[in-house]
Antibody, heavy 116, light 111 residues
Framework: EVKLVESGGGLVQPGGSLRLSCAAS????????MNWVRQAPGKGLEWVSI???????DYPESVKGRFTVSRDSSKNTLYLQMNSLRDEDTAVYYC??????????WGQGTPVTVSS | IVMTQTPLSSSVTLGQPASISCRAS???????????LSWLQQRPGQPPRLLIY???NRFSGVPDRFSGSGAGTDFTLDISSVEAEDVGVYYC?????????FGQGTKLEIK
């Protein structure tokens, strides 16, 4: 079964850092296109990052320079390092496999709250 | 690329059809000739789930009452006969150009 399980979310102060993890089973993270997507409370979906073709990455302007996506082939796990966190980064963060927007499966998500 | 969905909410009687529209601010034709327009469903309290990819291809396990159509910048998700389990929010998403972008979401309720 292809499955993704996120972890690492929690409460962090503005300006702080957090690292999210996404453990995969049933497929190989290191050879897949992998994404992070977030959803602020009561809001829609926002794509946050992609990693593919080894270590090629991309981000929207809203997180560029603050967030870094990476993966560990030995643990079959995807990561999202989030620095300089802002109130507006508060959201549930999902990882999802896929390219050209065909994202499946999705994990259950991990909540991140940025607040003092 | 800005994705605009209409309507933002829809109330449908069980067994009746439903339709959601999605318009892109520019052409979604990729350099490889494909159009990467997807539809996702998010049931209450659940993560999103892929329903349709490349305009009209149903993902594995998706019931055939769901269908997608469109071309260029205008796309539609149709549900032929709404069931109770279809309640949730539906999003269109373009994967033609990074950054990927989503529509605002359409909330489907049962009347």
């Amino acid at each position: 079964e292809v499955k993704l399980v996120e972890s690492g979310g929690g409460l962090v102060q503005p300006g702080g850092s957090l690292r999210l993890s996404c453990a995969a089973s049933g497929f190989t993270v290191s050879t897949s296109y992998m994404n992070w997507v977030r959803q602020a409370p009561g809001k829609g979906l926002e794509w946050v990052s992609i990693i593919y073709n080894g270590d090629t990455t991309d981000y929207p302007e809203s997180v560029k320079g603050r967030f870094t996506v990476s993966r560990d082939s030995s643990k079959n796990t995807l990561y999202l390092q989030m620095n300089s966190l802002r109130d507006e980064d508060t959201a549930v963060y999902y990882c999802a496999r896929g390219a050209v927007g065909s994202l499946a499966p999705w994990g259950q998500g991990t909540p991140v709250t940025v607040s003092s | 690329i800005v994705m605009t969905q209409t309507p933002l909410s829809s109330s449908v009687t069980l067994g009746q059809p439903a339709s959601i529209s999605c318009r892109a601010s520019q052409s979604l034709v990729h350099s490889d000739g494909n159009i990467y327009l997807s539809w996702l469903q998010q049931r209450p309290g659940q993560p999103p789930r892929l329903l349709i990819y490349k305009i009209s291809n149903r993902f594995s396990g998706v019931p055939d009452r769901f269908s997608g159509s469109g071309a260029g910048t205008d796309f539609t998700l149709d549900i032929s006969s709404v069931e109770a389990e279809d309640v949730g929010v539906y999003y269109c998403m373009q994967g033609t150009q990074l950054p990927y972008t989503f529509g605002q979401g359409t909330k489907l309720e049962i009347k």
